[in-house]
Nanobody, 125 residues
Framework: QVQLAESGGGLVRPGGSLRLSCAATGRYFNNYSMSWFRQAPGKKREFVGGIGWNSAGTAYAPSVKGRFTVSRDNANNSAFLQMDALTPDDTAVYYC??????????????????WGQGTQVTVSS
């Protein structure tokens, strides 16, 4: 069992940056690949990016590649989403999620086993 809690959301101007954190509790965090998803009002939840369980690789949605960076700190059971060059289209509730021992390139196709409660990111002037 893994519990996930996101933090770091808020209001930011277009072109700005935010860093989201995901704190995990439970056993064997190292055995989980970590993903970030988002859901905007009236839209389906979509994959944003992820990092493999052994930190061997990362994957990103085309819409965020080059602007967002996923990382993890296994010593502190944490994952992060660094978001730069934000635009209003990035406005959404952001969720972190855990998938057991998946390679990064498959994370956009798999349904995670555990989800956080979400944190709101609003990009507006």
């Amino acid at each position: 069992q893994v519990q996930l809690a996101e933090s770091g959301g808020g209001l930011v101007r277009p072109g700005g940056s935010l860093r989201l954190s995901c704190a995990a509790t439970g056993r064997y965090f190292n055995n989980y690949s970590m993903s970030w998803f988002r859901q905007a009002p009236g839209k389906k939840r979509e994959f944003v990016g992820g990092i493999g369980w052994n930190s061997a690789g990362t994957a990103y949605a085309p819409s965020v590649k080059g602007r967002f960076t996923v990382s993890r700190d296994n010593a502190n059971n944490s994952a992060f989403l660094q978001m730069d060059a934000l635009t209003p289209d990035d406005t959404a509730v952001y969720y972190c999620a855990a998938t057991p021992m998946a390679s990064a390139e498959t994370l956009d196709q798999l349904t995670p086993s555990y989800w956080g409660q979400g944190t709101q990111v609003t990009v507006s002037s």
